[in-house]
């Protein structure tokens, strides 16, 4: 479920970056006769990486927010369950607590992604 | 058959969309010798790219043919390479990474992997890159950038080779030093170019031939004008010579007088003048 949750806007913002790769570098590919296969590794993974890595980012938000809601429905584990515990207890300190964490490791995730991607694409998006 | 290096023989090309139909080349016919400099000029929209993009393979034509060296051309390839207006360098990899591509691509069988590098690095120090090698594109500057496409374009040793508005994007002192630079190598090489400009300047500084092409719909070959001036030319030495000038007032005559592209301000005005008032209006 997770998964599902997180694929879609990888997909699509893959999509679109396929879709927007310039017509010179096409060009380029073409008097360069590069096959199927070296287009694909040369051309479109690259032009392609700064979508599909925006993409990763807004997946990993999904799956975050999705893994905390699965586990107040499951219980028994997780931050989910130590938040759904909480507001049984009414212990609201807890919970504002529990909500700060889940905020930081969420903006963790997404700087790790963010700095992945950039490593990665190193070059391509300042050109 | 000819026995010119390059024949582009009775060339026509209409694009379709939708439902209409723009005939924008028309019977374009053009031989080019091994070793030639040609320029062609004209004004913007004339189809001066088209026809460049039909030597290079990129689009074919509706009608007519283009013939390298005995065969014809119907795909893109590397015995035409292509230098772009907007050097189109691939902003992932680095200058030497961005020629070698080129350069595995065409010579995988050929050379060994040492053979390759040393021609990579040749062709970069051709165009005084060396200097430069593992730099990104966004690192360096838009002059810079064009001498790796051009170094890219050379390192697949072309039969011909295809600039489009090479210069257009550059400022006047960094074009007049890459203008040098090429003059140089196209001497050192004896390459067979064809290039496109907007430029009276640089056409006439460089080519050995100018095809001036006459504005479109429709657009074909109008003059034809050889370039008779002895070789290694020198810009500053030139200003003052008298046939350099004579050359040039040709084509700007030619482009001005009569291709004009807008009509002057004058005719415009007449023009009104000879309408009645409401039509003017409603137009």
């Known amino acids: 479920m997770i998964f599902i949750t997180a694929i879609w806007p990888i997909i699509i913002n893959t999509a679109v970056g396929v879709r927007n790769i310039p017509e010179d570098y096409r060009n380029v590919s073409r008097v360069l006769r590069l096959n199927g296969v070296e287009h694909f590794v040369k051309i479109t993974l690259p032009a392609a990486a700064p979508y599909i890595f925006s993409g990763l980012r807004i997946g990993v938000g999904l799956s975050w927010l999705a893994i905390v809601a699965a586990e107040m429905l499951i219980g028994g584990v997780g931050i989910g369950f130590f938040i759904w515990d909480a507001w049984n207890a009414s212990m609201i300190s807890d919970i504002v607590l529990a909500l700060i964490y889940v905020g930081i490791v969420g903006f963790i995730l997404d700087r790790i992604v963010a700095a992945l991607g950039k490593w990665v694409t190193r070059g391509t998006t300042t050109a | 058959m000819s026995k010119h290096y390059l024949t582009i023989e009775d060339v026509n090309k209409t694009f379709h969309t939708g439902g209409n139909t723009t005939e924008v080349l028309k019977q374009i016919d053009l031989t080019i010798d091994r070793g030639e400099y040609v320029s062609i000029i004209g004004h913007s929209g004339c189809g001066k790219s088209t026809v460049l993009n039909i030597v290079a393979g990129l689009i074919p034509a509706t009608s007519g043919g283009v013939i390298l060296d005995g065969k014809e051309v119907n795909a893109p390839g590397p015995d035409r390479s292509l230098v772009f207006q907007n050097h189109s360098l691939l902003p992932w990899l680095t200058v030497y990474e961005n020629v070698a591509i080129a350069v595995d691509k065409t010579f995988k069988g050929s050379k060994t992997a040492a053979e390759r590098r040393e021609w990579v690095l040749k062709n970069l120090d051709m165009v005084n890159m060396s200097h430069a090698l593992n730099k990104r594109p966004a690192e360096i500057s838009g002059g810079m950038k064009q001498r790796v496409g051009i170094a890219r374009a050379l390192a697949m040793q072309p ?60 657009a074909t070959v109008g003059e034809v004008l050889s370039i008779d001036l002895p070789r290694p030319r020198d810009r500053i030495a030139l200003a003052e010579d008298v046939r350099y000038n004579k050359y040039r007032q040709a084509v700007l005559s030619f482009l001005h007088e009569k291709q004009r592209k807008v009509e002057t301000l004058q005719q415009k005005r007449e023009e009104k003048d000879a309408q009645p008032l409401h039509s003017a209006q409603s137009a």
């Open chain 2, 159 to 218: 039969k011909v080779l295809l600039l489009d508005e090479p210069f257009g994007a550059l400022d006047a002192l960094t074009r007049a030093h890459l203008q040098d630079e090429v003059m140089r190598i196209q001497a050192e090489l004896q390459n067979t170019v064809i290039m496109i400009t907007h430029d009276v300047d640089e056409a006439v500084l460089l080519s050995d031939k100018i095809v001036m092409m006459t504005n479109g719909p429709a």
